[in-house]
């Protein structure tokens, strides 16, 4: 049983950055993909940022969908079982509840899905006044 744990939200003035945290316990993360999730009040929730498991063959590979690519930035620190989300030049329209996810031994992908996800954290906050 993986336990992950979201941080780093808070409020903040729009072109301002964040960094969340998507910490585990129970698990190495290193054999799981890391997906990192948003939902707006009132809408469906979005997967905005793709690490893949460190498996051997695709170690390092990330994706973003056009939402928010070059301002977001996944990574992983395995020596603190952590993957952060790096969040530049923030929208109003980034406003949301933001969710970590696992799944185990994930590969290369083009569309962060929405289910089928071992482990989901509770998720932090992120609002970004204009």
């Known amino acids: 049983q993986v336990q992950l744990e979201e941080s780093g939200g808070g409020s903040v003035q729009a072109g301002g950055s964040l960094r969340l945290s998507c910490a585990a316990s129970g698990s190495t993360l290193d054999y799981y993909a890391i997906g990192w999730f948003r939902q707006a009040p009132g809408e469906e929730r979005e997967g905005i940022a793709y690490?893949?498991?460190?498996?051997?063959?695709?170690?390092?590979?990330?994706y973003y969908p056009d939402s928010v690519k070059g301002r977001f930035t996944i990574s992983r620190d395995s020596s603190k079982n952590t993957v952060y989300l790096q969040m530049n030049g923030l929208k109003p329209e980034d406003t949301a509840v933001y969710y970590c996810a696992a799944e185990l031994f994930g590969a290369k992908t083009t569309v962060i899905k929405l289910t089928g996800w071992n482990f989901w954290g509770q998720g932090t906050q992120v609002t970004v006044s204009s």
């Open positions: 690490i893949s498991s460190n498996d051997g063959s695709n170690d390092g590979y990330t």
